[in-house]
């Protein structure tokens, strides 16, 4: 009897090896699906699978829940095989639509009566997204750069040789004109020109040599400055555009602005 009884025992667990082998065997297949399908989905979509697969979860496993896609592979072999089965089809549907979809479940059991502080919220399933795809704005029109830079840009790259850069006036009687001559040099093998040269105020005046020059040739650029108005440190500049590298070269003069002497008074003969 005893012999019956060991034999009987050892049938049924050989049994249910078996049949659980399989199962294990179709989870783990199941759950490689789901990571898969979670690699392809979006925030959104996949927040609604996440859901979807908590809702199946619920009254089945107290104090567990499926909040993400970490949690979702953790308890995903917590589902039964049909609702694994559900959520893998649910996650790929959503992946194929672009959009989640609804898809009917079966009314769960009624749970047995727990404390109030263990009743599991119910999820609220997320509605699903709009998923239209809304057109770009139209991009603003880029400004049309002025001339004399798309002139500058345009021509061959040259070089130059600037002897001064900055000078210094001294002192200048308040209402005198003073002048001075930047002097420079194209050291390039293509002709230089200069598009425009831009003082820094109105006080003062800039000539250039207009026509291009020659390589190896020197070039001057004539400032005047004004000191009508003006008392104290000055410090001025113009900025020149032309087709060296860089395009731009700022070059600076200042002085001093001093009073002009009284006018000696004159004897009327009184």
Not at 89 to 103: D, N, Q, R, V
Not at 195 to 203: E, H, N
Request: contains cysteine.
């Amino acid at each position: 009897m005893k012999i019956s009884t060991f034999f009987a025992s050892a049938l049924i667990l050989g049994l249910c090896f078996l049949v659980a082998v399989p199962a294990t065997a179709q989870t783990n297949e199941r759950k490689k699906e789901i990571k898969k399908v979670l690699k392809t989905l979006p925030d959104d979509l996949e927040s609604s699978l996440i859901n979807f697969a908590n809702s199946k979860l619920q009254n089945k496993e107290e104090g567990v829940a499926i909040t993400d896609a970490k949690t979702l592979k953790k308890h995903f072999s917590l589902l039964s095989p049909a609702d694994q089965a559900e959520v893998v089809t649910y996650g790929k549907s959503i992946a194929e639509g672009g959009g989640a979809i609804a898809m009917t479940q079966p009314a769960p059991a009624p749970a047995a009566p727990q404390k109030a502080t263990n009743t599991p919220k119910p999820v609220q399933l997320k509605p699903a997204p709009n998923t239209m795809v809304q057109p770009a704005p139209a991009q603003p029109a880029q400004p049309t750069q002025p001339a004399y830079i798309q002139k500058a840009e345009s021509m061959p790259k040259t070089t130059v040789q600037w002897y001064e850069e900055i000078h210094d006036f001294g002192e200048i009687k308040q209402n005198d004109v003073a002048t001075h001559v930047f002097k420079f040099k194209n050291t390039g093998t293509t002709e230089l020109l200069l598009t425009r040269v831009k003082a820094s105020c109105g006080c003062t005046t800039p000539e250039w040599s207009s026509e291009p020059i020659a390589p190896g040739e020197e070039g001057m650029i004539k400032v005047s400055f004004n000191s009508r108005g003006k008392m104290g440190p000055q410090m001025k500049s113009v900025t020149v555009t032309h087709n060296g590298e860089p395009i731009h070269h700022v070059l600076r003069f200042k002085g001093t602005v001093i009073a002009a002497p009284a006018a000696p008074a004159t004897n009327d003969g009184n």
